[in-house]
T-cell receptor, first 114, second 114 residues
Framework: NAGVTQTPKFRVLKTGQSMTLLCAQD?????MYWYRQDPGMGLRLIHY???????AKGEVPDGYNVSRLKKQNFLLGLESAAPSQTSVYFC?????????????FGNGTRLTVT | DAKTTQPTSMDCAEGRAANLPCNHS???????VYWYRQIHSQGPQYIIH???NNETNEMASLIITEDRKSSTLILPHATLRDTAVYYC???????????????FGKGTKLSVKP
């Protein structure tokens, strides 16, 4: 049981390049989330999904797209990377809406856009 | 904006109890208090959550005031490995759809010293 796995762990992009960050969870969780973390800013929600085939915008969705084609995977795409997207990206998942549904996080993807 | 207020940093001596306060004066009746921590270069880790009663698990205790406007996370015997940023979050239950956003503030940086 690996929990939440993020790939890649590190990536350097040039401005305008595109890439996809992959998040996989093996806990059969319904809910999945993408956050970004910047120094002094805490974690900010980019997009989330409440189930396979669904996605919704979070606090800072601009410049990102997501897809949830399979329940266990949640993809975050950057179509045209910008230096402002340099950040650490965390994926998380949770079981559902019950009171005992804490978020389980991956260990992050460190992205630098030059 | 985060719905909680926490001190920016705290120190604790190894082996002593660490008491981390959190103010959530605008908490609603259906919102739980969750605590997470983030050790350097790792993803956030769930610690504990509660509604109005005090809670205890293998990691920590959570004390919530009777008016629910504040809470305290207690690490009974802090170790060097407990050095981390601790986040206090309020979250409605059930959550989903637009209620699924989970706002992390800036947290408290706890430094456990030998």
């Amino acid at each position: 049981n690996a929990g939440v796995t993020q790939t890649p762990k590190f990536r350097v992009l040039k401005t305008g390049q595109s890439m996809t960050l992959l998040c996989a969870q093996d806990m059969n969780h319904e809910y999945m989330y993408w956050y970004r973390q910047d120094p002094g800013m805490g974690l900010r929600l980019i997009h989330y999904s409440v189930g396979e085939g669904t996605t919704a915008k979070g606090e800072v969705p601009d410049g990102y797209n997501v897809s949830r084609l399979k329940k266990q995977n949640f993809l975050l795409g950057l179509e045209s990377a910008a230096p402002s997207q340099t950040s650490v990206y965390f994926c998380a998942s949770s079981h559902g809406t019950g009171r005992n549904s804490p978020l389980h996080f991956g260990n992050g993807t460190r992205l630098t856009v030059t | 904006d985060a719905k909680t207020t926490q001190p920016t940093s705290m120190d604790c001596a190894e082996g002593r109890a660490a008491n981390l306060p959190c103010n959530h004066s605008t908490i609603s009746g259906n919102e739980y208090v969750y605590w997470y921590r983030q050790i350097h270069s790792q993803g956030p880790q769930y610690i504990i959550h509660g509604l109005k009663n005090n809670e205890t698990n293998e990691m920590a205790s959570l004390i919530i005031t009777e008016d629910r406007k504040s809470s305290t996370l207690i690490l009974p015997h802090a170790t060097l490995r407990d050095t981390a940023v601790y986040y206090c979050i309020v979250r409605p239950i059930p959550y989903g759809g637009s209620q699924g956003n989970l706002i992390f503030g800036k947290g408290t940086k706890l430094s456990v010293k030998p």
